[in-house]
């Protein structure tokens, strides 16, 4: 019987092998002889291989780290955006076989399925092994049925996306919220892989947040609300579009950084123009970009000091702030901490929206395992 010790065994060879069975054994609080027990099974399946133990050297019985075994299927991991569908294929450890990105320009249900399926076709035609899952991940609330709640960037509400996408393809999805999935991406094989505990903040066109703490994610039914993009950063900031004054909305994100500029000089921007000027110079530019600095410092040292988790992983679309504005941001974090307090360790993944759909094939991966206690998979 597939029990949830098996899971927790399969989740942790899979996140942290090669592993030695002591680590293995310290890491669930097993014995050496029930963690032969619960391994022998999913050796015996193959899923499971012993490896040569090249990082040490010991007299005695030669060790065998536990790893997952080469060729269990490949994996789909998408992350979609209001533009654009970015999709991996994966191994079962989430490592990259190819990449795909299509532009998206409808997005109504239907159109998106399709445009869904299309580029898991093409990322099936890579001659990988056979497509065990789909992990689709986007911004917005999603319940465990994969039906998404809301996703403003789409415009969707009542979405039933993992069941179309499912009847379509013929193969299982999970969907998830972008920033859960890529909360697992840093924890699995990113920034913040072998650290217990720390914070994932993203900013872009909107501001996401994650927490890892003891090493695992935290995930409750808010996770995708967007309770990071209100927070109050600035008393005499400027104000988002529902009324904040100064909220994180209004003074992190890209669409806020654009609007503050455009209304000081009266004429459209972007956001990449609005940091070259602040760059080179431009007064108004150069002072909307160091108050987003200054919020997002603050923003960086409300998470540590609030989780007591001091390490914070940066990511999204946005980082441009990071490269022009890092030691005011760096100046504003330090501010607002006790100086008894750790430093706090500010990871930058610049990695792009690769490491989001990445993380979208480890929520594959995962519900892969889960699906264990009832199939046989792998065969």
């Known amino acids: 019987m597939f029990t949830e010790s098996h899971g927790a065994l399969v989740r942790e060879v899979l ?11 310290r890491r ?23 490896v040569e133990d090249t990082a040490t050297r010991v007299v005695g019985r030669p060790t065998r780290p536990l790893d997952i075994a080469p060729g269990l299927g490949s994996f789909v991991g998408i992350k979609v955006t209001g533009n654009a569908i970015f999709a991996v294929l994966t191994d079962a450890r989430a490592r990259t076989i190819a990449e795909r990105e299509i532009a998206l320009t409808d997005h109504s249900p239907r159109v998106v399925v399709v445009q869904l399926a299309h580029i898991i076709a093409m990322l ?25 709640i809301r996703a403003p960037f789409l415009g969707w509400a009542g979405v039933d996306l993992g069941a179309d996408l499912a009847e379509t393809t013929g193969l299982p999805v999970v969907v998830e919220n972008d920033v859960v999935a890529l909360v697992e991406a840093e924890r699995w094989f990113g920034a913040g892989r072998g650290r ?41 900031g400027p104000l988002c579009p529902e009324g904040h004054r100064g909220c994180s909305s209004a003074l992190i994100t890209s669409v806020g950084v654009v609007a503050q500029l455009q209304s000081a000089l009266g004429r459209p921007v972007d956001y990449d123009e609005v940091l070259a000027l602040a ?19 603050r923003m960086i040292s409300l998470a540590a000091n609030l989780t007591m988790q001091s390490t914070v992983v940066l990511a999204g679309e ?5 490269s022009i504005a890092e030691s005011k941001i760096r100046a504003a974090a330090a501010a607002d901490r006790d100086p008894l307090a750790d430093t706090v360790d500010i990871l930058v993944d610049d ?12 929520i594959a991966i995962q519900a892969a395992v889960a ?9």
């Open 15 to 25: 996140i942290h092998g090669p592993i030695a069975r002591r680590d293995l054994g």
């Open 196 to 236: 217990s505990g720390f914070s994932v903040i993203t900013i872009g066109a909107g501001v996401g947040y994650g927490l890892v703490v003891g090493g695992e994610s935290v995930h409750t039914r808010e996770a995708g609300v967007g309770l990071g993009g209100h927070i109050p950063l600035d008393p005499s």
């Open 279 to 297: 760059a080179g110079g431009h007064p108004a530019a150069a002072a909307v970009v160091d108050a987003a600095a200054a919020g997002l410092g």
């Open 371 to 379: 699906r264990l206690e009832h199939t046989d998979w792998p065969r």
């Open 351 to 362: 990695a792009g929206f690769g490491a989001w759909a990445r993380g979208a094939a480890a």
């Open 124 to 148: 099936r035609a890579e001659g990988a092994p056979p497509l065990t899952g789909v992990g689709v991940s986007l911004g917005g609330v999603v319940d465990d049925a994969g039906r998404v």
């Open 318 to 322: 946005g980082l441009g702030l990071w």
């Open 28 to 50: 669930l609080g097993l014995s050496p002889p029930s963690l032969t027990r619960l391994a022998k099974p999913f050796l015996e399946r193959g899923l499971f291989v012993e």
